[in-house]
């Protein structure tokens, strides 16, 4: 190991790393971050063995030291999920998570390194609170200044979560740009080469395409990403390279290699994108007849009944895997949701149903949510974005949902992104078709 001293350059004069308005303190980051780390390390699979997490913080603890902004009001915890997709994140508060699949693609330690303090550069830019600022409604803005149960519980009531599949983890493009800048600061700083990171994103976006997609969805590439750290190294001062040494990083790689292998994922079963898409919509409709609604679909799909819910699509826009799980890539479904809170009303109703869609659909984005009127009855239409079960695709789903006695009736009109507009018209037939029982 090689003596690193926490020189101070003219640099630090130079280079500027201001955070976004933020209405939390650096406390609430912590604690925002404390408890949702709780319950993130109850879903993801982690690593557990010593010898891999001790090298792990002790590295991480040793980069943040260079951080900026106060980086000694953080609680820095680095944790290994053991999974072999190469993936990163950071929650609020320092509690930073590096995927197996991450240590076992770099090459060296400084491009780990540099995952770690692109990801540190996260927090200390402060960019999920950030975020949860801009999102907040105004009465969360007095409660959160006020008591109440945890902070964690009281953003997630209002949709704003930080858990595995929160919405809040995918940085906007410029955050990228912020965390890349602080990230090729501490390797800078720490003797690490600054190029290190970057050649790791570019590295892994070329060799493992297949293990990367989450990856890259938490983290937009930001347009000019080398030019811009290219330029900030260049301010950063004379070259000090000096860490090189790679013997704790081999030994750890060696070291997992030998530990039992990630549990495998189940996944959505997927639409190869070379096959040939469904028939068009019949103009000709047909009345499906159900318990608590009725509604009109074209002749020519097929109709599966399901517990509590009824599919509706052509032939072959359902997909089904091994082991029995479907998904859907074209038509309708219909489903009855009963929501775990008391006296919800039907908009909170309806986001802690899309909460829970997520569980399952981690990339599923709200676009835009609005009041509508289903055939008299209150409704709210939300515009969503997911991940298509077509290979590389993105869908598009129009979700309405209804009261229906204790539960919400939900109808989700679904194509993928670049066939919803064909499909629209005779989505609008089917939900002006719609009729609920009394
Ligand atoms: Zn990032």
């Known amino acids: 190991m090689l003596a690193l001293s926490p020189l101070t350059t003219l640099a630090v004069e130079r280079l500027q790393f201001k955070p976004g308005f933020n209405l939390f303190s650096t406390q609430q980051d912590v604690q925002v971050g404390k408890e949702n780390s709780t319950q993130i390390d109850r879903q993801l699979p982690l690593v557990n063995d010593p010898d891999v997490l001790q090298y792990v913080n002790t590295l991480g603890k040793k980069l943040v030291t260079y951080a900026p902004n106060n980086h000694s009001e953080y609680a820095w915890q680095f944790k290994v999920v053991n999974s072999a997709d190469i993936n990163a994140f950071a929650l609020p508060g320092g509690y930073i998570y590096v995927n197996r699949g991450a240590i076992d693609a770099a090459e060296n330690e400084a491009q780990l390194a540099g995952v770690m303090s692109h990801e540190s550069g996260h927090v200390v830019m402060r960019h999920g609170t950030h975020m949860a600022t801009q999102a907040l409604p105004l009465e969360l803005i007095m409660g959160v200044m ?97 860490n090189t040494d790679n013997t704790d990083f081999e030994r750890i790689k060696r070291h997992l290699a030998t530990l039992p292998p990630p549990p495998q994922q189940k996944g959505t079963p997927k639409i190869d994108s070379t096959q040939k898409p469904p028939p068009p919509p019949s103009a000709n409709l047909t009345r499906y007849d159900g318990k608590v609604f009725t509604l009109d679909y074209p002749e020519n799909w097929q109709v599966e009944r399901g517990e509590g819910s009824v599919a509706l699509f052509p032939p072959g826009g359902m997909v089904s895997g091994s082991e029995g799980e479907t998904a859907q890539a074209y038509g309708t479904a219909v489903s009855l949701y009963s929501p775990q809170q008391q006296n919800w009303g039907l908009v909170d109703g ?39 079960p077509i290979v590389g695709q993105r869908e598009t789903d129009h979700l309405v949902a209804v009261r229906q006695g204790d539960s919400i009736l939900t109808f989700i009109f679904i194509a993928p992104a670049g066939a919803f507009e064909s499909y629209a018209p005779t989505f609008d037939r089917m939900l002006q078709s719609i009729q609920l029982a009394r």
């Open 146 to 242: 006020g008591e109440g149960q945890t902070l964690a519980g009281q953003l997630a009531r209002a949709g704003i979560g930080f858990g595995v599949n929160s919405i809040m983890l995918h940085n906007s493009r410029s955050a990228e740009a912020q965390a890349d800048e602080v990230g090729t600061y501490i390797l800078y700083q720490a003797g690490y080469d600054p190029h290190a990171m970057v050649q790791f994103f570019q590295i892994i976006e070329k060799k493992y395409p297949q293990r990367t997609l989450q990856f890259f969805s938490d983290h937009p590439n930001p347009e000019n990403r080398i030019k811009d750290v290219d330029a900030e190294i260049t301010k950063l001062g004379p070259s000090r390279e000096t």
């Open 350 to 388: 309806t986001q802690e149903l899309i909460a829970s869609m997520r569980q399952s659909n981690p990339q599923l984005q709200v676009v835009q949510q609005t009041g509508m009127n289903l055939r008299g009855n209150p409704a709210v239409s939300v515009l969503l974005q997911n991940d298509s």
